[in-house]
């Protein structure tokens, strides 16, 4: 009878923890290569891994439980996961250089002009970068992850953005605030809202 119990405790232990993991686990998504075209109006921390890495595996039951205390707040950012060696393109793409990297994707694309227009009705004030792969881009990316909190980041073609936008040069930074837009210049002025004009 004794052995009987200590069988049933151990089983009952091991369905618990694999139970935990599972439920874990359902917080975290598994990432493909439709993330790209997928992942317009979110907010994602992505953890690019290499499934031989080691580091990448002990990360795992944590980022598990990252996955289950994001939605457990309520918040907005959902966690995902890439094999960054299966997704070679979309991981260099975010500038995955090791594994481990865990990146935060602040830049939601606007594909098409609906979509464009969706975001100038929905925000007041938001962000675009129009170009490809440049410094310009590093600068926006740097910018974006510390300014998130403020205002809103996307990402788009020249086709998409309004006709009546016109842009001198490319790569280029739009805001877009009350109906209207400006182009940066390459110069940040900082404004001290409590001094008086």
């Given amino acids: 009878m004794a052995a009987w119990r200590s069988w049933a405790a151990l089983r009952l232990c091991a369905t618990v923890v694999l139970l935990d993991m599972v439920v874990c686990k ?3 998504e598994d990432l493909d290569e439709s993330f790209k075209e997928n992942r317009n109006d979110d907010i994602w921390l992505v953890d690019f891994y290499a499934p031989w890495c080691g580091h990448c595996k002990k990360l795992e039951p944590i980022w598990n439980e990252v996955g289950l205390e994001m939605k457990s707040i309520g918040s907005p950012v959902k966690v995902g996961k890439m094999d960054a060696t299966s997704y070679s393109s979309i991981a ?8 481990p990297t865990i990146k935060l994707a602040l830049i939601r694309p606007l594909p098409s002009q609906q979509m464009f227009e969706h975001m100038q009705k929905r925000h007041r004030v938001f962000f675009v970068y129009i170009g490809g792969e440049s410094p310009l881009k590093e600068k926006y990316i740097d910018a974006a992850s510390e300014l998130i909190v403020y205002t809103y980041f996307f990402s788009a073609s020249e086709e998409v953005v309004p006709e009546y936008v016109t ?9 877009f605030k009350d109906e209207t837009y400006f182009v940066y210049d390459g110069k940040f002025q900082v404004f ?6």
């Fill in 192 to 197: 001290n809202s409590c001094e008086t004009f």
């Fill in 26 to 28: 359902g917080f975290v």
């Fill in 92 to 99: 260099s793409e975010f500038g995955v250089r090791g594994y």
């Fill in 167 to 175: 842009l001198k040069e490319m790569p280029a930074v739009l805001v």
